[in-house]
């Protein structure tokens, strides 16, 4: 199995550029997980979603970011526009059955000059 | 809200010997689950033991274990015969009910030869 495969694992942007982050789950995962790592804040949940419909997307921090599922192999996590605050490592995690161990993928590092 | 909290940023042990990771957490939930996963420098996040609230047996993984204590809300992780491939960030992690894991701050281990 390929595990949880996100891309692109590096970008590098500047301040109000479209940034899009994609993540390809395992297969048979029904639940798929984004993640933030910051050293000030840690590792936060921003939205995650069951069957490809989001479930809690209480973690976002505000309107620039949006997720999406279109289908049970890929989802995107796009922010726009990006500000140099929104640099981190953005993980993506996939379980199946919300109660069992959450695979995650490599991260993407984002630079948000 | 749940708070998971790790007081040791930071340990160090000698190759071979033991050591004890702290987690304590806050909850008013009675079924959960509780996590340690491990962060080594390439960043990926692995899974490394895992415990059932309803379960009073603690969890082992090979050289890996975990003290439970329910009514203190502790889940210590305990590393024997430490290698240098344990040199990592470790991250305690809760799950309630509703799927959403909250980590700790996570405690960096450095293993000397």
């Known amino acids: 199995d390929a595990g949880v495969i996100q891309s692109p694992r590096h970008e590098v942007t500047e301040m109000g550029q479209e940034v899009t982050l994609r993540c390809k789950p395992i297969?048979?995962?029904?639940?798929l997980f984004w993640y933030r790592q910051t050293m000030m804040r840690g590792l936060e949940l921003l939205i995650y979603?069951?069957?490809?419909?989001?479930?809690?997307d209480s973690g976002m921090p505000e309107d620039r970011f949006s997720a999406k599922m279109p289908n049970a192999s890929f989802s995107t996590l796009k922010i726009q526009p990006s500000e140099p605050r929104d640099s981190a490592v953005y993980f993506c995690?996939?379980?199946?059955?919300?109660?069992?161990?959450?695979?995650f993928g490599p991260g993407t590092r984002l630079t948000v000059l | 809200a749940q708070t998971v909290t790790q007081s040791q940023p930071e340990m160090s042990v000698q190759e071979a010997e033991t050591v004890t990771l702290s987690c304590t957490y806050d909850?008013?939930?009675?079924?959960?689950?509780l996590f340690w996963y491990k962060q080594p420098p390439s960043r990926q996040m692995i899974l490394v033991i895992r415990?059932?609230?309803?379960?009073?047996q603690n969890a082992t993984e090979n050289r890996f274990s975990v003290n439970f204590q329910k009514a203190a809300k502790s889940f210590s992780l305990k590393i024997s015969d430490s290698q240098l491939g344990d040199t990592a960030m470790y991250f305690c992690a809760f799950m309630e009910l509703k799927t959403k894991l909250t980590f700790g701050g996570g405690t960096r281990l450095m293993v000397k030869p």
């Open positions: 415990q059932e609230a309803y379960k009073q």
């Open positions: 995690a996939s379980s199946w059955g919300g109660r069992n161990e959450q695979f």
């Open positions: 297969s048979g995962h029904d639940y």
């Open positions: 909850t008013s939930e009675s079924n959960y689950y």
């Open positions: 979603f069951n069957n490809n419909v989001p479930i809690d």
